[in-house]
């Protein structure tokens, strides 16, 4: 069983910058991929950024440039530091991994992930 706990959360205004962390119960550097999603008020989860094990970062197309993927694995955290930040980019994020990712894994893809955290509120103001 892995456990997740997202922090970092908070209101901020248009424009502004946060750090939200995951901390995981396992050893992050050993997951296949680690990744942050988050959804908004009435609409679905969504892929945001996912970490692979080999480094690579993949982004959605909408945070590209402004949302940067990282982790410490002596602290076993996954981190999202979210700048530029807009009113859409209001939503509660979730950080996720799994144990069963597929041959050819797609990293933001929901499917893809069977371990979730609790999720952080993100609200951002005008």
């Known amino acids: 069983q892995v456990r997740l706990v997202e922090s970092g959360g908070g209101s901020v205004q248009s424009g502004g910058s946060l750090t939200l962390s995951c901390t995981a119960s396992?050893?992050?550097?050993?997951?296949?991929?680690m990744g942050w999603f988050r959804q908004a008020p009435g609409k679905e989860r969504e892929g945001v950024a996912a970490?692979?094990?080999?480094?690579?970062?993949t982004y959605a197309e909408s945070v590209k440039g402004r949302f940067t993927i990282s982790q410490d694995t002596a602290k076993n955290t996954l981190y999202l530091h979210l700048s530029s930040l807009k009113l859409e980019d209001t939503a509660m994020y979730y950080c996720a991994t799994s144990n069963r990712f597929s041959t050819a894994v797609r990293p933001l893809e929901l499917s893809e992930y069977n371990y979730w955290g609790e999720g952080t509120q993100v609200t951002v103001s005008s």
């Open positions: 970490l692979g094990r080999d480094h690579s970062a």
């Open positions: 396992v050893d992050t550097y050993s997951r296949r991929y």
